[in-house]
Nanobody, 114 residues
């Protein structure tokens, strides 16, 4: 059974930085196309960054130039470095497969104050 655990969120002022981590068990992430998703209050979950097995990376326009996704397959972990955070980045962040979904983790809350 695949289990995803996200952590690293918190409360930060606008312009600040956070680094999110997603640790997996029950699966080797190195074989999968992984993404970070954001769910803003009252909105649908949206894909903000994804990284392929060949390290192809794509960002949503809203985070391009500010966020950086990476992976450490030896640690079975995917990261999201978030810089120059904006209040609009507030939400719960999840990681998951991009091509099909495993069970969602609990996510990690990111709150950016203005």
């Amino acid at each position: 059974q695949v289990r995803l655990v996200e952590f690293g969120g918190g409360l930060v002022q606008a312009g600040g930085s956070l680094r999110l981590s997603c640790a997996a068990s029950g699966v080797s992430l190195g074989s999968h196309y992984m993404g970070w998703y954001r769910q803003r209050p009252g909105e649908q979950r949206e894909l903000v960054a994804r990284i392929g097995t060949g390290l192809t990376i794509v960002y949503d326009e809203s985070v391009k130039g500010r966020f950086a996704i990476s992976r450490d397959d030896a640690k079975n972990t995917v990261y999201l470095q978030m810089n120059r955070l904006e209040p609009e980045d507030t939400g719960v962040y999840y990681c998951n497969n991009v091509l099909f979904y495993w069970a969602w983790g609990q996510g990690t809350q990111v709150t950016v104050s203005s």
